[in-house]
Structures are given as C-alpha cells and as structure tokens.
T-cell receptor, first 112, second 108 residues
Framework: DTEVTQTPKHLVMGMTNKKSLKCEQH?????MYWYKQKAKKPPELMFV???????INESVPSRFSPECPNSSLLNLHLHALQPEDSALYLC???????????FGQGTRLTVV | GQQVMQIPQYQHVQEGEDFTTYCNSS?????IQWYKQRPGGHPVFLIQ?????EVKKQKRLTFQFGEAKKNSSLHITATQTTDVGTYFC????????FGSGTRLSIRP
C-alpha cells in the first residue's frame, strides 16, 4: 500500500464553522506533512510531524490546528477561516530523513 | 532566506520536441527532488539527486544536479502527450522548498 488517503476530497465551509481534514497512511512512515497549494502555485509547507510530534510550524495562523493521534493519522482542524484560506490542502508522508514524499489527493477547501 | 527559482514558468511544445526546466537555489542544497503534478492531481515523486554533478535518467527523462549543488535541470526527450503537467523541483537546505514550477503543455 503506497497510498496516502485524504478525506474529504472537497469541503465548503463558512467562516464561523469548525471542520477537520483527515489524512491516513499505512506505509510505516514516521514523518507526515501538511501543505497548502493555491491555484497555479507550488505547495507551501505548513506543518511537519516526526514520530507523532510537531517538529515544524511554518508560522501558520492559529486558526489551523494540526494533530497527529498516532503514526498513521494526521488531522488538520480548521476554525474561523477566511476566504483567502481557500486552497488545495495536501497531506504527505515520508520515511524520516531526506527521502521522497508521497502525497495524498488533497482536500479542495472553499471558505465562503 | 532560502529561495528556489524555476524557469520557464510555462512551456508549450509540439509533441516530439524536447523540453527542459531549470531550478536555481539561493543556497547550497543537501539534495533536490523533482515532482510532477498532472492537472487536477497531486504531486508525484520522480527522483532525488544528492551528489554534486549527479546525472540520473528515467527513460526519456534526464535529471542533473549542478557541481555547486545550487542548481538542477530536468530534460525530457521527444515529449509525449502523457508528459503534460507541472514539474516542480524541491530543494532541501535548512528546510524543503518547492520551486515555482514549470507548466508543460503539448500540441499533438
């Protein structure tokens, strides 16, 4: 199994809503990542988890709250988002160290 | 801060023509990775280069890492319609940063 599974695939939420994005992998990878990708732009790193601990937070606003409940799961909790937060949110995983990242299909988020 | 620039931004070629995208970093990299993202899809890993001057080939794709480990290139020989997509380099120094990408479109 070389897949990273993200749910939901699409999400529309209001600015006062609370929602969560979910990511799962069963490759035994101990590094997991959240990226944000705007249209026609490269992925931008948001968070990195290593061994279920947050190791990198790229100065992401607190309205985005990551969580890593176990080595296979990664969540991104969303609260009080702004329309400019609309984007494709990509989860990725990799073995620790400088190795290839496997990306999920992404969640296309629209904030209205 | 660390920056990774990629050129050209767009490339439109006739099927069968060659294609090259270039990646330049402001800092020396420990490694560089290349990804392909099809329209509406997600990035898919192509290759990682680690050594100074390294050259790797995958069928019609040739990847190079510069001697100073600050630049890289991807060359596709005889493009096919299946090559359509955006090609990103991702350089790792203190952290991994994606280049701006080169969008390849092909006239059949």
């Amino acid at each position: 199994d070389t897949e990273v599974t993200q749910t939901p695939k699409h999400l529309v939420m209001g600015m006062t809503n609370k929602k969560s994005l979910k990511c799962e992998q069963h490759m035994g990878h101990r590094a997991m990542y959240w990226y944000k990708q705007k249209a026609k732009k490269p992925p931008e790193l948001m968070f990195v988890y290593s061994y279920e601990k947050l190791s990198i937070n790229e100065s992401v606003p607190s309205r985005f709250s990551p969580e890593c409940p176990n080595s296979s799961l990664l969540n991104l909790h969303l609260h009080a988002l702004q329309p400019e937060d609309s984007a494709l949110y990509l989860c990725a995983s990799s073995r620790l160290g400088n190795t290839e990242a496997f990306f999920g299909q992404g969640t296309r988020l629209t904030v209205v | 801060g660390q920056q990774v620039m990629q050129i050209p931004q767009y490339q439109h070629v006739q099927e069968g023509e060659d294609f090259t995208t270039y990646c330049n970093s402001s800092t020396t990299l420990s490694n560089i990775q290349w990804y392909k993202q099809r329209p509406g899809g997600h990035p898919v890993f192509l290759i990682q280069l680690v050594k100074s001057g390294e050259v790797k080939k995958q069928k019609r794709l040739t990847f190079q890492f510069g001697e100073a480990k600050k630049n890289s290139s991807l060359h596709i020989t005889a493009t096919q319609t299946t090559d359509v997509g955006t090609y990103f380099c991702a350089g790792r120094a203190s952290k991994i940063i994606f280049g701006s990408g080169t969008r390849l479109s092909i006239r059949p």
